[in-house]
């Protein structure tokens, strides 16, 4: 690699950064065009795993505090999935810290999964993170979520027969919980972009072997991207498509927000109750995605259930018999009128640990 390609970095006065490489530059700035929006110059949170994406995102966080001085907070989580994870973690921090960035390990202390080891480990990491957060009053989280990412949700989501909610994959912004807001500031950016950016800074990354693990779906759907690229997939016009439907997912959630406020009512942050009305006076979307966000937003978890286990909730509840049940992490109840959606109380004793 020449040394005119190298990004310059310069201090000045101890506060500034300056960048010399026009390709870095061009995608700092995209970078900045998103956070800037939401997070302004107020304190916000990295989640840093150490892969060339999210030590990018590192980066371009600390580049973004010497220009706007907001207070940083950047989070690797040892999830103990794999025994490697404590020395990962060490490694991640000591890679940071030669760039004189800040870090905190975050250690999971819960049960390991033995199964859906990726659904559950991603809801393991949101839980540390959130609960940091609030503990430490950050009102935004930032994550290294990119284009491909897209594209590769969209294809998983796509198999399994998501609906448009799923299939609108991600954006931008999107509320975590009452106190918290997820930030995804490089969804316009390829991951060979970002790559591209820690080899020139950081010169190493983290290798998650998962990641060519094919027992994993979304491995499996990598490899089938890649395969169909090269048989003339435009991945641009998947981009646009579900840049489309986010945008009809957006005008449906307009009345998915008039629905909760309707026939919702929240007795505490673990509790809800639904009114049946929800059924005889909204459509089958509305109430799928009134549903869901409750599941998600009872439980504390940011993925919701699968869609195919919701619908089935949905059709389960509506009959007269029907007593109670479990899913997602909430027990649901009905009595008369009333839909009871509650967090189940090993749920809590977990939440209630990581807030130790």
């Known amino acids: 690699m020449k040394r005119k390609n190298l990004i310059v970095i310069k201090k000045v006065n101890n506060k500034e950064l300056s960048i010399k490489n ?20 107020k304190s916000f949170a990295l989640a840093v795993s150490g892969g060339p994406d999210s030590l990018s995102l590192a980066y371009f ?11 940083m907070h950047v989070l690797i989580v ?17 890679i940071l810290k030669k760039k004189s960035i800040k870090s905190k390990i975050l250690n999971w202390k819960g049960s390991i999964p033995k199964s859906n ?8 990491r949101y839980s540390l993170i959130s609960n940091y957060c609030l503990n430490n009053n950050i009102r935004y989280l930032v994550t290294a979520h990119h284009k491909d990412d897209q594209i590769e949700n969209f294809f998983i989501r796509l198999l399994r027969g998501s609906g448009l909610t799923g299939l609108s994959s991600m954006s931008d912004s999107v509320v975590y919980n009452n106190k918290l807001k997820i930030i995804r500031p490089l969804l316009d950016i390829k991951k060979k972009d970002l790559k591209y950016v820690t080899l020139n ?12 693990d094919n027992k994993f779906l979304r491995v499996r759907i990598r490899k089938y991207i890649k395969t169909m690229e090269r048989e003339g997939l435009d991945t641009g016009k998947i981009i646009r498509t579900i840049n489309n439907l986010l945008s009809a997912n957006k005008a449906i959630n307009f009345y998915k927000n008039k629905a909760l406020y309707k026939h919702v009512s ?12 929800i059924f005889s006076e909204e459509s089958g979307e509305i109430i799928f995605k009134s549903f869901s966000d409750v599941l998600s937003l009872v439980s504390g978890t940011y993925y919701p259930p699968r869609s195919r286990k919701i619908i089935s909730l949905i ?7 029907f007593n109670k049940s479990t899913l997602g992490g909430c027990v649901i109840e009905k009595k008369e009128s009333l839909i009871s959606i509650e967090k189940e109380k090993k749920i809590k004793k977990m939440f209630n640990r990581l807030e130790k």
């Open 61 to 71: 966080g600390k580049m973004y505090v010497h220009e706007f001085k907001n207070k």
């Open 201 to 212: 800074i950081f010169e190493n990354y983290i290798k998650d072997p998962s990641n060519k």
């Open 117 to 124: 080891i990726q659904s559950k480990a991603r809801n393991m």
């Open 22 to 41: 026009f390709k870095i530059k061009k995608t700092y700035a995209k970078f900045k065009t998103v956070i800037s929006k939401e997070v302004n110059k």
């Open 78 to 94: 040892d999830h103990k999935l794999r025994k490697e994870s404590r020395r990962e973690a060490t490694k991640v921090k000591e």
């Open 315 to 321: 059709n389960r509840v509506k009959k007269i018999k």
């Open 266 to 277: 929240f007795l505490s942050n673990d509790k809800c109750l639904i009114n049946t009305q």
